[in-house]
């Protein structure tokens, strides 16, 4: 569980039993329901990370939407939409160094729209991985105010590895080049870590 989870839930919990004390057990209901709830959107689940040259989805969700094929475009888009109920810790999606974190000030738009990619608040991750870079960003939601990356410049990553949370309802896109084959399609639900979106044109060839 991310600690997040943890002190959420102790300061919704500690407050129902202050006010069922002070008032009645029945109107701490909704704040235990509350501390539950935030021990169970804060949960964080190992995930079986594929191996070879494919990336996998930075977060748990819905496909929403691809824009682009990879081979006939400079860059693929993948988004995600992360409910409310999905898992939001994000990961790396291919291994290297982080390159690049440019953090975006926007609007607070319904995640799952596509003009949420280029007007919400957002954190834009570039990892220079092995003769290819992929880009992803944490955007922002209605809901979501807190975008979350444990890492910096220079660092280094594995693939799969947890890197970020953005609290409650948001959205992930990954940018790739034409170097990879893209491996999903709109309507999919994709696991963080687990799931791999695309593979490189060259391995995919030879296998």
């Given at each position: 569980m991310v600690k997040d989870g943890i002190y959420y839930g102790i300061a919704f919990g500690a407050t129902a039993a202050l006010i069922?004390?002070?008032?009645?057990?029945?109107?701490?209901?909704?704040?235990?329901?509350?501390?539950l709830f935030c021990l169970y959107f804060f949960r964080d689940p190992d995930r079986i990370i594929p191996d070879g040259p494919v990336a996998v989805s930075p977060a748990d969700g819905k496909v929403v939407g691809?824009?682009?094929?990879?081979a006939g475009a400079e860059c693929t888009r993948i988004s995600i939409f992360l409910n409310i109920f999905d898992v939001h810790v994000n990961r790396a999606p291919i291994a290297g160094k982080i390159a690049?974190?440019?953090?975006?000030r926007g609007r607070f738009?319904?995640?799952?729209?596509e003009v949420a990619s280029s007007q919400n608040e957002r954190n834009i991750v570039t990892i220079a991985g092995d003769s290819t870079s992929v880009r992803f960003a944490q955007i922002a939601g209605l809901i979501a105010r807190r975008i979350v990356f444990y890492k910096k410049p220079g660092d280094t990553v594995a693939?799969?590895?947890r890197v970020g949370l953005i609290k409650f309802g948001s959205r992930v896109d990954i940018f790739l080049g034409p170097e990879w084959e893209i491996k999903v399609r709109p309507g999919e639900r994709v696991a963080g870590g687990s799931?791999?979106?695309?593979?490189?044109r060259e391995a995919a060839r030879t296998s």
């Open positions: 069922g004390y002070l008032l009645h057990p029945a109107f701490a209901a909704p704040l235990l329901l509350a501390a691809i824009i682009g094929d990879g690049n974190v440019a953090y975006t738009l319904v995640a799952s729209r693939k799969g590895e799931s791999i979106l695309a593979q490189r």
